[in-house]
């Protein structure tokens, strides 16, 4: 997993993390509530959330500061295996 968001770059290598996890992820959601569907557990410890959701305000920060639609880049990102 990727541990700083700087570049949009930075921002396609976290949703590509992401991916890699098999998150049903959107942008607007907090870590915190991602729920493992089997176990009904949380998908994440305390700490991983967190950490997520840190690098996710990088990656919002980052689109708009560069002028990226941060759910365009998600969508390209993540509908790539389609």
Same mark, same amino acid.
């Given at each position: 997993?990727?541990?700083?968001? /700087?570049?949009?770059?930075?921002?396609?290598? &976290?949703? /590509?993390?992401l991916?890699?996890?098999d998150?049903?992820?959107?942008?607007?959601?907090?870590?915190?509530?991602? !729920?493992?569907?089997?176990? /009904?557990?949380?998908?994440?410890? #305390? /700490?991983?959330?967190?950490?997520?959701?840190?690098?996710?305000?990088?990656?919002?920060?980052? $689109?708009?500061?560069?002028? #990226?639609?941060?759910?365009?880049? $998600? !969508?390209?990102?993540?509908?790539?295996? &389609?």
């Amino acid at each position: 997993m990727i541990t700083e968001i /700087k570049t949009i770059e930075d921002v396609q290598t &976290f949703f /590509k993390d992401l991916l890699a996890e098999d998150l049903n992820f959107h942008p607007d959601d907090n870590f915190a509530d991602y !729920i493992n569907h089997e176990t /009904k557990q949380p998908s994440y410890t #305390e /700490k991983e959330a967190a950490d997520r959701n840190r690098l996710l305000t990088q990656a919002f920060e980052v $689109c708009e500061r560069v002028g #990226e639609d941060i759910y365009d880049v $998600c !969508i390209e990102i993540f509908m790539q295996d &389609f």
